[in-house]
């Protein structure tokens, strides 16, 4: 008799989820539609989600509880990385940036365990005799990493913080330096991005041919911004390429490193 009771019990549960789940579909399709028109990226319910998460989390994103499936999820994808279990960590990092395309931290913390904890391990596994078998996996795992931060930045179009990560990565484990350089400048063209991210793209310009001057330019616009600017990276870059680019001795900035409002190596006006 108690089975049947606790078998009526989740039919009955089921059936409250499938029926507010008609009823809240209208209303999240509208708020779809609001979202893309506002440019924005929403995750849609359709049945490649419901093959992520299986029926009964499908029944209970219908029913809007998304934000606490994903939360739970984001558990079983920390458990999953205390495991080494990477490949099953993936997969639910993909569920739960889909439930959720708009928090941030769920895209960088994917990223950054796929490309940089999973790569490593897959470089170091010592089950895997062949190293360029290794070194697929690793390039995979970063593949992956990436991929999370351009669907991040594809959903949270008008925020710095993906457009560093994906700087980040582009810079330290793809070493493509020109990449790495237009992800930093778009990052760096939000009114409240970091400063250092204007002097990361710079720096990444200057090491790309070709790019030299437009490297100098905008790290002399920085260094015209102040002392808040002034760090010896950027002073020593700067001296650098005031060499490779033979700029004439009384365009460099002076030694001292004081700033001017004129030339380069003008002296201050006040």
Same mark, same amino acid.
């Given at each position: 008799?108690?089975?049947?009771?606790?078998?009526?019990?989740?039919?009955?549960?089921?059936?409250?989820?499938?029926?507010?789940?008609?009823?809240?579909?209208?209303?999240?399709?509208?708020?779809?539609?609001?979202?893309?028109?506002?440019?924005?990226?929403?995750?849609?319910?359709?049945?490649?989600?419901?093959?992520?998460?299986?029926?009964?989390?499908?029944?209970?994103?219908?029913?809007?509880?998304?934000?606490?499936?994903?939360?739970?999820?984001?558990?079983?994808?920390?458990?999953?990385?205390?495991?080494?279990?990477?490949?099953?960590?993936?997969?639910?990092?993909?569920?739960?940036?889909?439930?959720?395309?708009? /928090? $941030?931290?769920?895209?960088?913390?994917?990223? =950054?365990?796929?490309?940089?904890? #999973?790569? !490593?391990?897959? @470089?170091?596994?010592?089950?895997?005799?062949?190293?360029?078998?290794?070194?697929?996996?690793?390039?995979?795992?970063?593949?992956?990493?990436?991929?999370?931060?351009?669907?991040?930045?594809?959903?949270?179009?008008?925020?710095?913080?993906?457009?560093?990560?994906?700087?980040?990565?582009?810079?330290?484990?793809?070493?493509?330096?020109?990449?790495?350089?237009?992800?930093?400048?778009?990052?760096?063209?939000?009114?409240?991005?970091?400063?250092?991210?204007?002097?990361?793209?710079?720096?990444?310009?200057?090491?790309?041919?070709?790019?030299?001057?437009?490297?100098?330019?905008?790290?002399? /616009? $920085?260094?015209?911004?102040?002392?808040?600017? =002034?760090?010896?990276?950027?002073? #020593?870059? !700067?001296?650098? @390429?005031?060499?490779?680019?033979?700029?004439?001795?009384?365009?460099?900035?002076?030694?001292?490193?004081?700033?001017?409002?004129?030339?380069?190596?003008?002296?201050?006006?006040?």
């Amino acid at each position: 008799m108690s089975g049947l009771s606790s078998l009526r019990r989740n039919l009955i549960a089921i059936l409250m989820l499938a029926v507010a789940g008609a009823v809240l579909l209208p209303w999240e399709r509208e708020l779809q539609r609001d979202s893309q028109a506002a440019h924005f990226r929403t995750a849609p319910l359709n049945l490649s989600l419901r093959e992520q998460i299986g029926q009964s989390g499908f029944l209970a994103a219908l029913s809007g509880f998304r934000a606490p499936l994903a939360a739970f999820l984001w558990i079983d994808a920390h458990s999953a990385w205390e495991k080494t279990e990477w490949g099953r960590m993936a997969g639910l990092f993909n569920t739960v940036t889909t439930l959720q395309p708009h /928090t $941030l931290l769920y895209w960088d913390i994917a990223a =950054w365990h796929m490309a940089w904890n #999973a790569s !490593i391990a897959a @470089l170091q596994d010592t089950k895997q005799q062949s190293e360029v078998l290794r070194e697929r996996a690793r390039r995979q795992y970063i593949d992956l990493g990436r991929d999370f931060l351009e669907r991040g930045i594809k959903n949270n179009p008008d925020n710095y913080l993906l457009y560093e990560r994906l700087g980040i990565l582009l810079r330290d484990k793809v070493e493509d330096h020109n990449a790495a350089a237009d992800s930093f400048a778009k990052a760096a063209s939000f009114s409240d991005a970091p400063n250092y991210i204007g002097r990361f793209a710079a720096y990444e310009m200057a090491k790309v041919p070709g790019r030299e001057h437009e490297a100098y330019e905008r790290l002399l /616009t $920085l260094y015209h911004q102040g002392k808040k600017q =002034w760090m010896p990276s950027l002073l #020593a870059k !700067i001296r650098e @390429l005031e060499k490779r680019l033979n700029i004439p001795p009384d365009q460099r900035i002076p030694e001292t490193g004081a700033t001017g409002t004129g030339s380069a190596g003008s002296s201050p006006s006040h």
